[in-house]
């Protein structure tokens, strides 16, 4: 196959394009690296799409690898024949290929392999040819013999037709054909498994629905239904035009006594070998379809976690709630060192309460606290009253902010989080981490699997191999638009920087421990094992802010310093200027110049030239920052307190397929659905709403005994 050539196709670029993709991929060039610094190549394609274009391309070096393990295997038979061999060559897919090995496949025991133990082939043979004149019962009657097990003449035919059955269950055509009408006509249809017995999937007791409506969250939530063992599903589908596609193709109306036979032969194929196949066969495609589709919505939210708004420069006092055990507390600086920690008791006796207060108030005034951030765990509500209450014993405006906890009890159990926080208890790190994931989402949530981050629903259904590549493929793309400080970034956050992997990471940390801070871009190279392609696909995301050289702080990378040196020269910078590295009219400077001219002169390309510009202009610039702030806040309300038409500002903490939750504050979060996002028809919450997305909603009621919340964004 020509891959170059049949992706431009499927991406819709140049096949140009296509191939240099595949050239640099082929070469160990990592995706980041590709998007961000190879952009004249693939006409500045963005990471997700050549992530995408990766994802593709191997997938079709796999369907060919499988084409010639296919071809090979019917070879070893002797019975590749020409045609075989270019329907071969002519299949698309893996399914496809499946079903033209399907007669060649080793098979167990059979009704068709019994009959055709017993000499029965023969006689499924004739009724095939379709003779006119043909008796087949006569016929029949030849194939009697009571030491193969073929009793009577009516057992010889219903071997012939066994054997002619399963012929048209492995025909590759039939199966082609009968694919589209399933898809366009099967309903999914489930039902309780037990009489009487409720259940949160009561809605599905006496369920059907076409599946080229259905929605992905309902595939997953009957699916668990089933796993559960509360619903029974299948598929339905009217089988005339099944039968009728069947009876085409086998039966050619010269022997009625023939067809009547073969008729029967096609009902049961259809419905003994076929249709059971492609029940399979759909139900797995709408498990993977809904599956793929969720884990593009997690991807999507995760992204939109990490790229929160740090909080720089500010002390936190992180708490990580309990009842029984006590809250965990810790005080972090700005640069996320650990100052003091203490457990309290918010939720216990009275005497407990005010000496937890006391001790939160000696805390907060001795480091000079800025914001306060609670875990949303068990407990949580109870401890954000409480923090309420102390803030308001205080001489100064402090804030707090309610941030997602997931994982930080996997951080605080983790080899990493030991090394990391030696001295601290398992439990008190949780709280570090919960302090720190308000300061720096990305630099914190990075040392944490992504799937224990919790960023959508059925996350346990999918399959694991696939979302865990997906994302951590959002992670590492994240990291990499925003690039990390080489002489501050943990083992972590350096392991998700292009071209690097655990063991140079390791070398760079001790490196820093031996010799000090990086003073530049350059001394990377005297790290062991971090070779000159390591450098190369590293050394663009690594910032030095210490460095001489105001270029080790940008995005751009070294092998492009001395175009950014003459484009500073081209327009006429004086020296004096370019020392003091304060560029912010560039991008004024270059379009009087004119960009194209400027390229030319250069000897780069356009997409280069405006990276370079970018980077100049606002060196150090964090992508993170042109984001709205993250909601602080300073009083608590209670679900109780809710009343209809209250308008209220809330932070989306995760977009599902039917909507959004919403954090108002009130330790349950309200329901948007997607009815209610916007005046205007969208086909996924996501077109309008993010993760972090700070919104005001309208409240249209609230059910305090059942904890549900809904709300609206249509005020």
């Given at each position: 196959m020509d891959y170059a050539k049949e992706l431009a196709k499927q991406f819709e670029i140049k096949?140009?394009?296509?191939?240099?993709?595949?050239?640099?991929?082929?070469?160990?060039?990592?995706?980041?690296?590709i998007?961000?610094?190879?952009?004249?190549?693939?006409?500045?394609?963005?990471?997700?799409?050549?992530?995408?274009?990766?994802?593709?391309?191997?997938?079709?070096?796999?369907?060919?690898?499988?084409?010639?393990?296919?071809?090979?295997l019917i070879a070893t038979q002797e019975k590749l024949t020409s045609e075989v061999g270019a329907a071969l060559d002519r299949a698309q897919t893996l399914s496809e290929l499946e079903d033209i090995y399907r007669p060649f496949r080793p098979k167990r025991k059979t009704r068709a392999s019994v009959a055709k133990e017993r000499g029965l082939e023969p006689l499924a043979l004739l009724l095939l040819r379709q003779e006119k004149g043909f008796s087949p019962a006569k016929a029949a009657e030849g194939f009697v013999s009571a030491e193969?097990?073929?009793?009577?003449?009516?057992d010889a035919l219903q071997g012939a037709m066994d054997i002619i059955a399963e012929q048209l269950s492995d025909s590759a055509e039939i199966r082609k054909q009968l694919r589209p009408i399933a898809r366009r006509g099967a309903c999914l249809t489930a039902s309780a498994a037990k009489e009487g017995e409720d259940s949160v999937y009561a809605m599905y007791y006496d369920y059907t629905e076409p599946i080229k409506k259905i929605a992905g969250?309902?595939?997953?939530?009957?699916?668990?239904?089933?796993?559960?063992?509360?619903?029974k599903v299948s598929l339905t589908l009217d089988e005339q035009e099944p039968l009728r596609v069947?009876?085409?193709?086998?039966?050619?109306?010269?022997?009625?006594?023939?067809?009547?036979l073969l008729q029967q032969a096609a009902a049961d194929a259809y419905r003994r070998l076929i249709f059971p196949s492609l029940e399979r066969e759909l139900r797995s495609e709408l498990t993977e379809t809904a599956a793929e589709n969720a884990m593009k919505v997690f991807a999507t939210n995760l992204k939109q976690l990490l790229m929160q708004p740090p909080v720089k420069g500010k002390t936190v006092l992180g708490l990580d709630p309990g009842y029984r055990t006590g809250c965990k507390v810790a005080v972090v600086d700005g640069t996320g060192k650990v100052l003091d920690t203490a457990v309290i008791y918010p939720t216990h006796s009275e005497r407990k309460i005010a000496e937890s207060k006391q001790t939160l108030l000696r805390l907060i005034q001795k480091h000079r606290v800025d914001i306060i951030s609670i875990g949303n765990g068990t407990a949580s509500k109870e401890t954000e009253m409480f923090t309420a209450e102390v803030l308001h014993e205080l001489d100064r405006k402090v804030y707090y902010m309610v941030v997602s906890e997931a994982g930080a009890s996997v951080y605080s159990a983790s080899k990493l989080a030991a090394a990391e926080l030696p001295e601290l208890d398992l439990t008190l790190r949780s709280a570090v981490s919960i302090a720190r994931r308000l300061q720096d989402p990305l630099a914190e949530l990075v040392k944490i699997e992504p799937k224990a981050i919790g960023v959508g629903q059925y996350q346990h259904d999918m399959p694991q191999k696939r979302l865990g590549e997906t994302l951590d493929g959002v992670v590492e793309d994240c990291v990499n638009s925003v690039g990390a400080d080489l002489n501050t970034a943990s083992e972590a956050l350096?392991?998700?920087?292009?071209?690097?992997?655990?063991?140079?990471?390791?070398?760079?940390?001790?490196?820093?421990?031996?010799n000090g801070s990086f003073h530049s871009r350059a001394e990377l190279?005297?790290?062991p094992k971090l070779g000159p392609k390591a450098f190369e696909q590293c050394a663009g995301f690594l910032r030095v802010p210490e460095s001489r050289n105001p270029l080790d702080n940008t995005g751009v990378h070294p092998e492009s310093y001395q175009s950014a040196k003459q484009l500073l020269t081209l327009v006429e910078y004086s020296e004096k200027e370019i020392k003091s590295a304060k560029f912010a009219d560039l991008p004024a400077r270059v379009r009087a110049k004119g960009e194209k001219r400027l390229a030319e002169q250069i000897g780069v390309g356009l997409p280069t030239l405006g990276d370079i510009v970018k980077e100049l202009s606002k060196p150090g610039r964090d992508p993170r920052d042109e984001l709205p702030a993250p909601l602080l806040r300073s009083d608590v309300l209670g679900i109780k307190d809710l009343k209809e038409g209250m308008v209220l500002k809330g932070t989306v903490r995760n977009v599902i397929d039917f909507g959004a939750f919403i954090d108002i504050g009130v330790h349950q979060d309200g329901l948007v659905h997607i009815s209610q996002i916007c005046d205007r028809y969208i086909r996924h919450p996501s077109e309008v709403l993010k993760v972090g997305d700070v919104v005001t909603v309208k409240v249209l009621s609230s059910d305090p005994n059942k904890k549900r919340i809904s709300l609206t964004l249509r005020l």
């Open positions: 096949e140009e394009y296509a191939a240099n993709i595949i050239s640099l991929l082929d070469d160990g060039n990592t995706i980041p690296f998007a961000r610094y190879r952009k004249e190549l693939h006409g500045s394609m963005d990471d997700q799409l050549i992530r995408a274009f990766s994802e593709k391309l191997e997938y079709l070096r796999s369907l060919d690898k499988r084409r010639e393990e296919i071809r090979a193969k097990g073929v009793d009577t003449a009516a969250h309902r595939v997953l939530a009957v699916n668990r239904g089933e796993k559960e063992g509360f619903l069947i009876g085409r193709l086998i039966d050619r109306r010269t022997n009625p006594l023939c067809s009547d350096l392991s998700r920087v292009s071209g690097l992997n655990a063991a140079v990471c390791k070398n760079i940390v001790a490196y820093r421990e031996e190279k005297k790290v």
